[in-house]
């Protein structure tokens, strides 16, 4: 049976409209547009019949989990590892503002960029797929719904595609869409990035 895994990213919040990095441990709530469009991913993703959800630890994660929570009717579970990227001193700025500083660099600089006080690309990418892994490893042939951030799912696609690290560059997940991945004990395949046909209905 294949593992069937549903990454979403949390509804909007003030911090996205502002087109800037939110910052870890950000208190930084779901708006009320937010919270809407994770009722409406909520709606779809009731339809796969989901068998565990798991949520980020960042706020604005567990409200979005809350909710898809409660619509399904599936407890969620708090884990460590599928946080966004810790920007540190960088954190609060707009992404024109952070490229202005990765611009200037090879994409191996990059990778292994530390922002002051914050996490480089390297360790972030790691700990994403190390709790990807776990979660697989725990919930073979099940449906799994993640709720995580648009930075992480986007670290995350070359490594379910199976391509290399900068492709990621291509890909920016909107607020409460879905990624649908299946896994069939070997590989993953790609079944949707990026869904937001639930949204605005």
């Not at 090879?106 to 922002?115: A, C, K, S």
């Not at 042939?141 to 560059?169: D, M, Q, W």
Request: hydrophobic share 35%; charged share 30%.
């Amino acid at each position: 049976m294949k593992t069937v895994l549903i990454f979403v990213r949390h509804g909007e919040t003030e911090v996205n409209t502002e087109k800037k990095l939110h910052k870890d441990n950000d208190p930084n709530e779901l708006n009320n547009v937010g919270k809407e469009q994770i009722q409406e991913a909520g709606e779809k993703i009731k339809s796969y019949k989901p068998d565990v959800i798991y949520s980020s630890k960042e706020k604005r994660a567990l409200q979005s989990a809350e909710i898809i929570s409660m619509i399904c009717g599936v407890e969620f579970k708090i884990v460590d590892g599928l946080q966004e990227r810790n920007w540190g001193d960088l954190s609060g700025s707009t992404w024109p503002e952070i490229q202005v500083v990765l611009d200037k660099m090879t994409l191996d600089e990059r990778f292994n960029y530390i922002p002051p006080n914050g996490e480089s690309w390297k360790k972030f990418d790691a700990r994403l797929k190390s709790k990807l892994v776990e979660i697989v490893k725990n919930h073979k042939g099940r449906t799994v719904v993640i709720v995580t951030h648009g930075g992480a799912i986007r670290a995350l696609i070359p490594y379910l595609l199976g391509v290399s690290k900068e492709e990621s560059f291509k890909y920016d997940p909107n607020n409460a869409s879905l990624s649908i991945f299946e896994h069939d004990g070997n590989k993953f395949f790609k079944k949707t990035v990026n869904d937001t046909s639930h949204l605005g209905k």
